[in-house]
């Protein structure tokens, strides 16, 4: 209900996903529980996914992208990055 898991359009690396919550907002900290709880479940999801894509732990890289600590920056909108190194089962 709270958040999203996309592919972006401009993805520069295959598999990578995104998870933002639908809600504008710049920082981690500022989630409310219920968007928390919803971010879990998709984490879980799409890990899950990622590891039964292939049948084998699935490695990635996991950023958090948010505002910069100074300064007002209403206009950021925080998300999660997954960059996995594979591009098929057996191939970096």
Do not use: C
Not at 15 to 26: D, G, L, S, V
Not at 28 to 40: A, G, I, K, Q, Y
Not at 49 to 54: C, E, P, R, S, V
Not at 80 to 89: A, L, V
């Amino acid at each position: 209900e709270h958040m999203l898991a996309f592919v972006p359009v401009f993805a520069r690396y295959p598999y990578e996903t995104w998870i933002a919550p639908k809600r504008k907002i710049p920082y981690l900290h500022e989630l409310t529980n219920e968007e928390r709880f919803d971010l879990s479940v998709v984490l879980k999801t799409l890990l899950l996914k990622f590891d039964h894509l292939w049948n084998k732990t699935f490695p990635y890289l996991m950023t958090i992208n948010q505002a910069p600590v100074k300064g007002d920056h209403t206009y950021a909108h925080f998300f999660f990055q997954f960059t996995p190194p594979y591009r098929t089962k057996d191939k970096l």
